[in-house]
C-alpha cells in the first residue's frame, strides 16, 4: 500500500483536525473495543496473520491486533487523517483514502472497518474493494453504529434530558444524513455482503450502560461540542438543549445506555 494522495474532501461531519477529536475517539474506543475484539478472534484472527484496519481512529484495535498476529504477523492502519493513531512497534501507519487510493488485492487475511462505510455514500463500493483484498479464507469485519439517543437516558439528574436527547438524535441524524451517511446501513451490510461474493456471513450486535463521564456520555459531549453549530442549524436542537445534554453527560449520577454496534463478518471463499 501507498500513502494517500490528497483526493476529494472528507465525507465525515467530524473532524480528526478539531480539538475534541482526541476525546470523541477515546470514547469509541472505551465503549467498542471489548466487543470488537470478540469478534476479530471469531474471524480468525491469530499469530502471523496479515491486517488492515480501515479508519483506525485513536489506533487502539490495530494494537490490540499487532499484539494479536505478533512478530510473524503484520498490521497495516490507515486513517484519511492518521495524525491520533498511538505508535506501535507491531502497526505500520499510512495515510491512505480508501475512496481514491490503491488498495491491494488478495493480501490480508483480517479487514476491519468500523463506523467508517456507514459515513460514506460510496459504501457498497468500498466494500467490494474491501472483500477484493482478502486471501482466499480471509474474512473481512465491518461493524457500524445504531445510534438511539432518543432512548439512551437509563437514569438522570435532570428530567429535561429525556427530551434533550430526543432531540439531539434527530438533530444529529439531520446533519450526518447531509454529510452522506446512511443510518439504515447497519441493517443493510449482511446482504451487501452476500451480493460481493462473500460466505459464511453473520452479525451479532452488542451495547452495554456507562455512567456520567465514560464511554457514550463523554461520546456525547465531544460529539455535541464539535457539532455545535451544524446541530442548531437544523432547527432541532437549541444552544440551551446542548448545554443541558452535556451538564448531564458528565454527571456521575447519569447513565446512558450506549450505542448498539451491529457486528458484521463475511469470509472470502
Known sequence: MTAATRGPASPYAFNNDKP??????????????????IRLHQAGIVPGSRCLEIGAGRGSIAAWMADQVGPSGEVIATDIKPQHITP????????????????PEGE????HARAVLQHLPERREVLARLAGALRPGGAVVVEELDSRWSTSVLATPDER?????????????????KAGNDPTWNRQVLRAMRDVGLREVNTEAW??????????????????TELQDKLISTGEISAEDLEVLRAVAIDPSTVLRGML????????A
Not at 88 to 103: P, Q, R
Open 20 to 37: 475534541t477529536a482526541g476525546n470523541l475517539l477515546d470514547a469509541l474506543s472505551e465503549m467498542l473495543d471489548p466487543f470488537t475484539q
Open 88 to 103: 506501535h512497534e507491531g502497526v505500520t501507519v499510512l495515510e491512505h483514502n480508501i475512496l481514491t487510493d490503491a488498495l
Open 108 to 111: 490480508f487475511d483480517i479487514v
Open 161 to 177: 434530558a429525556y427530551d434533550v436527547f430526543a432531540r439531539y438524535e434527530k438533530a444529529l441524524e439531520a446533519v450526518l444524513r
Open 207 to 224: 451495547q452495554r450502560s456507562f455512567e456520567g463521564g465514560t464511554g457514550i456520555c463523554r461520546l456525547a459531549y465531544a460529539g455535541s
Open 261 to 268: 454496534l451491529v457486528s458484521t463478518i463475511g469470509r472470502k
